[in-house]
């Protein structure tokens, strides 16, 4: 039997604790190898494991040089036919306060990753020919039909309007995120 199927609240806190523990392994294997202090190795960056931010206070306290990496999405949750335009204080109303609280009882608090998306309607977001929860066709669950993606998916005709919407949006995001990293990906072939 594998020990990591869990089927109740209890097999999910022993999750939790292993992440946990193969956290402080890492941390001590990093910080034995560098040492602590200004100047000495790099910070080390934890994922949250999609667990809630306030999980996390006081993990480690007094530990050298950590961040919490987060990956804040609005896409993979409920779904809505809302204009654009009226996500403008989402971020701050959905992230802001969770990140100071974080940044307060934590520490560096920062996301690893973030979207403009508030609908799950690009291609292949939730996997090749899975479908979307916006128009009702995705396969992992029962969602209601929103509305029709294509005016999600046809960039090229976005106005002045959407795109300043979009843009308004973003600036929310690292607003309320306050700490962002912004990942460039390259990838090429090794032969």
Known sequence: M?????????????????????YLQAYNLVRGAS???EGKGPYISY?????????????????????LDSHPYLCFGPQSSAAMSTYATTPCSSWGGSVNTSMAAFGLTNAGEFSNA??????????????????????????????????????????AGIKS??????????????????FIWVFTWIH
């Open 165 to 182: 919407d979009i843009q308004n949006f973003a600036m929310s995001s690292m607003d309320a995120l306050q700490v962002r990293i912004f």
């Open 2 to 22: 594998s020990p990591f199927v869990c089927s109740t609240r209890v097999g999910m806190r022993n999750l939790i604790i292993l992440l946990w523990n193969s």
């Open 35 to 37: 040492g602590v202090g």
């Open 118 to 159: 508030v609908t799950d309607c690009g291609l292949w977001v939730n996997g090749v020919g899975q479908g979307t929860r916006y128009d009702g066709t995705y396969t992992a669950g029962t969602w209601p039909n929103v509305g029709n993606c294509n005016q999600w998916t046809n960039w090229q005709n976005y106005d």
């Open 47 to 67: 994922h949250d494991g999609f667990l809630s931010r306030d999980q996390w206070a006081n993990f480690l306290p007094n530990a050298d040089r950590i961040s």
